[in-house]
C-alpha cells in the first residue's frame, strides 16, 4: 500500500479482531511493513494474557526483521466496549475480559509509551483524517462487517462517550424481533450485518451460503428469499442512518466495512432509503471507505504517533 | 422566580415561539424582570419583519419601565432552523421566514450587540448550564411540547450541525407512518408530541378534548382508545431516545416542556421502555427539566450575555 500515514515516529501497530490479530512496523514515512494476520488466541477467559504474549513476540520479531528502525511507542486496538482516555478495555463480546488496562500493560510489556483504543473509531479516525471525508466537519464513518459501528465526529473530533457512543448496530430498528448477539432484539446488527444478512439467509435455504456476498448474488439471480433478506437489511440500514443525521446532522456518511463491497448495490439503494426519511434535514452524502482493509492498523499507528505528540 | 442565572451584564431577551412572543429585561443580579406573553405577529411572508417591529417596540418599553437598568446585549431566540454560529434564521415552519440574519438586524435595531439562537438548544442550555444536569459531561435536554426537539451536549459543549443537529422529533419511528408537519411520516413528533397525542385521540373520540393531559386523564378513567393513543407515544419516546443513547451514550436526558408535566406518568414507562431497549449500553438517568416555562428567555440571556463576554 501506498503511505497514507505521511512521515513522522516509527511505531508499532497491532489490531486486535475476534478472530484475526494484525500487526505491522510503521516505518518513519509511514509505510506498513511486515503486516501479518495471527489467529487471535481467545481463552475461555482473561484473553488478555494471551493477548499481549501474542503481540509482544510479534513485535519482538518485527524488529528483529527490521533492525534499523526504532519504534517509539505502540498503538493497540480492539473492539468491545473501550475507554480511551482511561486505556482500558471494558468489555469484549467473544474475547472475554473485563476491565482490563490495556495501555499500561503494553506499556510495561514493550518498555515504550503506548495507546490503547477502539477499533472501530481508530479505523474510523483513519478514514476521517486521511481520506476524502476530512473535508467536512461533522462525519460518521460507518463500519458494516461481522458487526456494525460507526466512528462519530463533531466539528471535527472524535466522540467516545467513555467509550459507549458509536453504537448504531446496537440501535433498536425492530423492536422484539431478530435476536441479537448482545442480548438485545432487533438491533440493526441483528439484521444487516454482513453475518446477520448470511445467517438470515441460510435459515431459509436448504443450500446455505458462506457470506453476504453470495446472499446478493442469489438475490440478483431472482431467490426471493435471498431478496427478502437483502431488502430488510437495506431498509434497517437506511433508517438506522436516517436516526443519526435527524439527531448529529453529519454532512457525510462514509460506509467501510465488508458489505460496502458490494459497492453500488448497496450504496444506491441505502441513499435512496436514507433520503427517503429526510425533508428539512441536512442530506449528508454517502461516500466508500478509501482506506481499505489496514485501516485498523494505520488508525492504531495514528493514536500511537499521537501518543508521542502530547506534551 | 429566582434568580438562576445570577449576577453579570444586564440584557434583554427575546424568545419568538410559533403562538407567543416572550419578552423581558435581565437586571444586573440575574432576575428576569417584566416578563410578558405577546401574540408572534405571523405574517403570510417576511414575518421577521414584524416581529423586529415587535421586539423593538417591547425592548424600548422594558427600557422605560426600568430607566436604572440599561441593557448592554440582545438575547433573540426562535424555532426552526438556526445557524447560531452565523445568526441565521435559515427557515421556520409556519413563521414564514428563509435566511433572515437576525442577528445583524437585532443588532442595528437596538444598537447593541446581539445574540441570535435556536430556541430549544437556548432553553436545553439553561437547563443544561443551571439545573442538576450541569455535573454532567454527556447530555441531552429533550423538549416534548407541540414539537420535540433535542439539545445535544458533549464534553460540556452544545452541538448544533450548523442548525441541523437535534432533530430527534424528526426521527422517523414508524416508517410509512402518521403523516407529520415536515412532510416525512412517521416521525417521533408526529407519534408522540402533546399536539400529535391529542390529535390522534381526536380522530378517535366523538367527544374530542383540548389537550394531551386530557388524554391521559381518559386513559387512566379505563378509555381503551386514550390508552391505545398514550401507549403508542410512550412506545414512540422509548425507542427513540434508545436510538439516541446508541449512538451519543449521554450520561443524562433531561426531559422538558408540556408533556413533561405529566410527571411519573410520563417518566416511570419511558424510562422502562428506553431500558428495555439497552443492553451493555450506558444507561442516561432521565431527569426531570428544573428551570420552569422560561427556560427560553434564560436561555436567550445566557447567550447574550456571552456575546460581551467573547473578545
Redesign the interface.
Known amino acids: 500500500m501506498t503511505s497514507l500515514l505521511g512521515p513522522g515516529a516509527p511505531v508499532l501497530a497491532f489490531d486486535v479482531g475476534g478472530t484475526d490479530l494484525k500487526s505491522a512496523l510503521v516505518a518513519p514515512d509511514g509505510e506498513l511493513l511486515g503486516v501479518q494476520r495471527t489467529p487471535t488466541p481467545v481463552q475461555p477467559e482473561h484473553t488478555e494474557k494471551s493477548v499481549l504474549e501474542t503481540i509482544t513476540r510479534l513485535g519482538a520479531a518485527l524488529r528483529e526483521q527490521h533492525p534499523s528502525i526504532s519504534p517509539e511507542a505502540v498503538g493497540l486496538i480492539a473492539p468491545g466496549?473501550v475507554d480511551d482516555e482511561r486505556g482500558l478495555g471494558l468489555?469484549a463480546e467473544n474475547l472475554n475480559w473485563h476491565d482490563v488496562p490495556f495501555r499500561d500493560l503494553a506499556e510495561k510489556a514493550f518498555g515504550l509509551p503506548a495507546s490503547f483504543t477502539h477499533d472501530v473509531r481508530a479505523a474510523g479516525e483513519a478514514e476521517y483524517r486521511l481520506g476524502p471525508a476530512s473535508a467536512y466537519r461533522?462525519a460518521l464513518v460507518v463500519t458494516i462487517g461481522t458487526g456494525i459501528a460507526?466512528a462519530?465526529f463533531?466539528?471535527g473530533k472524535p466522540?467516545a462517550?467513555?467509550g459507549?457512543?458509536?453504537?448504531?448496530g446496537?440501535?433498536?430498528i425492530a423492536?422484539g424481533g431478530e435476536p441479537?448477539a448482545?442480548?438485545?432484539r432487533g438491533c440493526l446488527e441483528a439484521i444487516a450485518s454482513a453475518a446477520s444478512i448470511t445467517r438470515r439467509y441460510n435459515r431459509l435455504t436448504p443450500s446455505p451460503v458462506p457470506g453476504a456476498r453470495e446472499v446478493l448474488e442469489r438475490a440478483r439471480a431472482g431467490d426471493t428469499d435471498a431478496e427478502a433478506v437483502w431488502i430488510t437489511a437495506l431498509?434497517a440500514l437506511g433508517?438506522g442512518l436516517?436516526?443519526?443525521t435527524?439527531?448529529?446532522?453529519?454532512e457525510v456518511i462514509v460506509l467501510g466495512g465488508g458489505l460496502a463491497q458490494a459497492g453500488d448495490a448497496l450504496f444506491n439503494p441505502v441513499r435512496e432509503r436514507l433520503y427517503s426519511?429526510?425533508?428539512?434535514?441536512?442530506r449528508p452524502k454517502l461516500m466508500h471507505a478509501s482506506i481499505g482493509q489496514n485501516a485498523g492498523l494505520v488508525g492504531a499507528a495514528l493514536r500511537a504517533r499521537a501518543v508521542l505528540e502530547t506534551p
Open positions: 466496549v468489555f461533522d460507526a462519530i463533531i466539528d466522540v462517550g467513555d459507549y457512543a458509536g453504537e448504531l446496537h440501535s433498536v423492536p441479537c448482545c442480548g438485545g431498509d433508517l436516517s436516526h443519526a435527524a439527531l448529529l446532522a453529519p426519511h429526510l425533508t428539512f434535514h441536512r
